[in-house]
């Protein structure tokens, strides 16, 4: 079972380039997420999608913007690369949402550099 | 604000000891707590799930309790092994929306 895709494992931007992370569930799952680890500020929520067709701010989403595209797809997206965005980021997937049934589901993250 | 704090940040054992993992938080108005583990370069692999009218949960050597009075949950390990290395987080959530994840505790079990 593939469980929580994420696209790409690695990436490398320049200061203001834009670039997408893609990220796919295959559990029908309803609800999707997308975090950042840092060090030492363990995984911070960017935004959220409860169900298809909704998306919410989570803790740290300013310059992110989000897509559910579907049930399956959730992407988050870097209009302006800032150094600051340099992180590892994961996906996440649950089947009601985390104040339901509460287990989350990872990806293996994408690992962006912004110089 | 909700913290999650987590101590010892990292622990070295040798094989075959039984070990306890902390994990504090502040706000003991929360919905329930999940341990996970997670292995260098890799996403976040969930272990147990505690909801919060509950007070432990059990699975193979691992053991989550929680005391929401206190504002604390330990993760036991039972008869540590190698393979038990990795980085182990709590994350308490939400009464809100939203998981706290604490910054975890680094395990490495030498043979």
């Known amino acids: 079972n593939a469980g929580v895709t994420q696209t790409p494992k690695f990436q490398v931007l320049k200061t203001g380039q834009s670039m997408t992370l893609q990220c796919a569930q295959d559990m029908n799952h309803n609800s999707m997420y997308w975090y950042r680890q840092d060090p030492g500020m363990g995984l911070r929520l960017i935004y959220y999608s409860a169900s298809e067709g909704t998306t919410d701010k989570g803790e740290v989403p300013n310059g992110y913007n989000v897509s559910r595209l579907n049930k399956r797809e959730f992407s988050l997206r870097l209009e302006s690369a800032a150094p600051s965005q340099t992180s590892v980021y994961f996906c996440?997937?649950?089947?009601?949402?985390?104040?339901?049934?509460?287990?989350?589901?990872f990806g293996e993250g994408s690992r962006l550099t912004v110089l | 604000k909700q913290e999650v704090t987590q101590i010892p940040a990292a622990l070295s054992v040798p094989e075959g000891e039984n070990l306890v993992l902390n994990c504090s938080f502040t706000?003991?108005?929360?919905?329930?707590l999940q341990w996970f583990r997670q292995d260098p370069g890799k996403g976040l692999t969930s272990l147990l799930l505690?909801?919060?009218?509950?007070r432990e949960q059990t699975s193979g050597r691992l053991n989550a309790s929680l005391d929401k009075s206190s504002g604390r949950s330990t993760l036991y390990i039972a008869a540590s092994q190698p393979g038990d290395s990795a980085t182990y987080l709590c994350a308490v959530g939400p009464v809100t929306d939203k998981l706290i994840f604490g910054t975890g505790t680094r395990l490495q079990v030498f043979p």
């Open positions: 505690i909801q919060s009218s509950q």
């Open positions: 996440a997937s649950s089947k009601q949402g985390i104040w339901v049934d509460g287990e989350l589901f």
């Open positions: 706000d003991s108005a929360i919905y329930n």
